[in-house]
């Protein structure tokens, strides 16, 4: 814009120092008397004249380069600002996906953290629990011995007691055998006598 602004000024001013001499040429057009100085001047006026429509025909032709130019720049521009208004609507758009990812770090952190206290309380427990079921064990090792001891007591005093029982039958039938066996010598000795 500055540029076109420029050569406008520039022709305007050329415009106007044509002007001053054609005004300047047409003043010693009047005073001349002679018909030479005459068709001199008239040839001059018409050289300055061709000159000027030269100029001012390069005049319109440079400002119609201009204002193409300008034109593009303008579309140029507004390309730009669209590109630039799609590009600051993105970094708003990635602005907000990283805000929402975030929060959803902090909760991920947040969630594990109260996974990762979970896991110490459950191991915790099961630490509880494997002592206890320790303990259990250890208890159940000790009450198999002892019960194995009382069944080895047990069966001691059973055999015992079976001995003693086959002892007591033992006699019981000596006893019932010696008394049997007098009892028929008795018989056999008391019809015989």
């Given at each position: 814009?500055?540029?076109?602004?420029?050569?406008?000024?520039?022709?305007?001013?050329?415009?106007?120092?044509?002007?001053?001499?054609?005004?300047?040429?047409?003043?010693?057009?009047?005073?001349?008397?002679?018909?030479?100085?005459?068709?001199?001047?008239?040839?001059?006026?018409?050289?300055?004249?061709?000159?000027?429509?030269?100029?001012?025909?390069?005049?319109?032709?440079?400002?119609?380069?201009?204002?193409?130019?300008?034109?593009?720049?303008?579309?140029?521009?507004?390309?730009?600002?669209?590109?630039?208004?799609?590009?600051?609507?993105?970094?708003?758009?990635?602005?907000?996906?990283?805000?929402?990812?975030?929060?959803?770090?902090?909760?991920?952190?947040?969630?594990?953290?109260?996974?990762?206290?979970?896991?110490?309380?459950?191991?915790?427990?099961?630490?509880t629990l494997i002592e206890e079921k320790q303990t259990v064990e250890s208890r159940l090792e000790g009450s198999q011995v002892e019960n194995r001891k009382l069944i080895e007591m047990l069966l001691e005093?059973?055999?015992?007691?079976?001995?003693?029982?086959?002892?007591?039958?033992?006699?019981?039938?000596?006893?019932?055998?010696?008394?049997?066996?007098?009892?028929?010598?008795?018989?056999?000795?008391?019809?015989?006598?």
């Amino acid at each position: 814009k500055r540029a076109l602004r420029e050569q406008c000024a520039a022709l305007d001013k050329s415009n106007k120092a044509l002007a001053e001499e054609k005004g300047q040429l047409k003043e010693e057009l009047l005073h001349k008397d002679d018909s030479e100085g005459k068709a001199a001047l008239a040839e001059k006026l018409q050289e300055a004249n061709g000159e000027l429509k030269e100029e001012v025909m390069q005049s319109y032709k440079e400002n119609a380069r201009i204002a193409q130019e300008l034109a593009a720049k303008v579309n140029e521009l507004t390309v730009l600002r669209e590109e630039q208004d799609k590009a600051t609507t993105e970094i708003d758009k990635l602005g907000l996906t990283v805000g929402e990812l975030g929060e959803r770090n902090k909760d991920l952190l947040t969630q594990l953290e109260d996974e990762k206290n979970s896991c110490r309380v459950l191991k915790v427990e099961l630490d509880t629990l494997i002592e206890e079921k320790q303990t259990v064990e250890s208890r159940l090792e000790g009450s198999q011995v002892e019960n194995r001891k009382l069944i080895e007591m047990l069966l001691e005093m059973k055999e015992k007691e079976a001995e003693r029982m086959n002892a007591a039958n033992d006699y019981y039938d000596n006893v019932v055998s010696n008394a049997n066996l007098q009892a028929q010598r008795r018989l056999s000795g008391g019809g015989g006598g």
